[in-house]
């Protein structure tokens, strides 16, 4: 199966959760969402922000990805890890993370999203800010390639990705990204 076709199956069931309130929302991160805002980006994952409302629980969440076909297993971090809880599913063995929404900011980012059309679907994309700002969080030589390559878009509203960087104590990475290379 293709990473296209997994995520248009992986939409379609994330809609479906949404319209029966198992979820509130998802957005589409990682390389594809990088992709879709115009870099295109080799990945052989797809990687989703999900929103769970009360009194939904993760393992409702679980319980409908698993009754359409999608084995899962949930992994948890520590407190402070950076992503605390990660709901890892696959379809037609491609490999689909769905890290859970725990944070404020991380709400705010999936309210935000933008419907992109992806190939044959129309799926819900982080802002190219959120996605900036997810990336320096990630902080990773990858992360920050797509990071500067994103930056370089004409749309980007500098002012809020600069209150966002603050917010998620990124400011200087960002300051940094945003140097002319000598």
Known sequence: MSVE?????????????????????????????VSAWG????????????????PSTLKAFRKGLEEHGFPT???????????????????GGIPIDMLV???KWEEEAVQAAVSVQL???RIPVVTPEYLIAMK???????????????????????ESLRDLARRLRVDRRLDRLRRPKL
């Open 5 to 33: 076709t997994s995520l248009r199956e992986t939409a379609r069931l994330l809609d479906r959760l949404q319209q029966e309130k198992t979820i509130q929302g998802y957005a589409l991160i990682g390389g594809l969402a």
């Open 39 to 54: 870099f295109p980006r080799a990945t052989q994952d797809i990687d989703f922000l999900v929103s769970i409302p009360p």
């Open 73 to 91: 297993k949930a992994v948890h971090g520590a407190p402070a890890d950076p992503v605390p809880c990660v709901v890892r599913a696959s379809r």
């Open 101 to 103: 929404v725990t944070r």
């Open 119 to 121: 190939g044959e679907a």
């Open 136 to 158: 320096l969080k990630a902080g990773g030589p990858r992360d920050l390639l797509d990071a500067r390559e994103l930056l370089s878009m004409s749309e980007v509203d500098m």
